[in-house]
Nanobody, 127 residues
Framework: QLQLAESGGGSVQPGGSLRLSCAAP????????IGWFRQAPGKEREGASC????????????SVKGRFTISRDRSRVRANGMVYLQMNSLQPEDTAIYYC????????????????WGQGTQVTVSA
């Protein structure tokens, strides 16, 4: 079973940047499209970005397009496979818990099996 670990969250001012990391053992990681999802206080979880297993296809929610960049480390130097979410020009509305998970349905939350939701990493954007 794929087990993912998110890191890199924190508190920043509007306009700031953060890079989130998602790690999993390479042996189970490479065949999955991996996405970043987020859940803001009082709101439903939503998809922010998804990258294919090859790294060649990337999807972004309209709300983050042009500000967030998803990437995938396919080198074999690390024991873990890595997916990153570079977040620039952060705004207060980006405040949420961010989760990484397989994204078989692209940005759709529904197709993600419940077992893949971890604790996430908190991102807070405030002045």
């Amino acid at each position: 079973q794929l087990q993912l670990a998110e890191s890199g969250g924190g508190s920043v001012q509007p306009g700031g940047s953060l890079r989130l990391s998602c790690a999993a053992p390479r042996s189970t990681f490479e065949g999955y499209a991996i996405g970043w999802f987020r859940q803001a206080p009082g709101k439903e979880r939503e998809g922010a970005s998804c990258i294919s297993s090859s790294g060649g296809n990337k999807n972004y929610a309209e709300s983050v397009k042009g500000r967030f960049t998803i990437s995938r480390d396919r080198s074999r130097v690390r024991a873990n496979g890595m997916v990153y979410l570079q977040m620039n020009s952060l705004q207060p509305e980006d405040t949420a818990i961010y989760y990484c998970a397989p994204c078989p349905g692209g940005l759709e939350v529904g197709p993600v099996a419940e077992e893949y939701w971890g604790q996430g990493t908190q991102v807070t954007v405030s002045a």
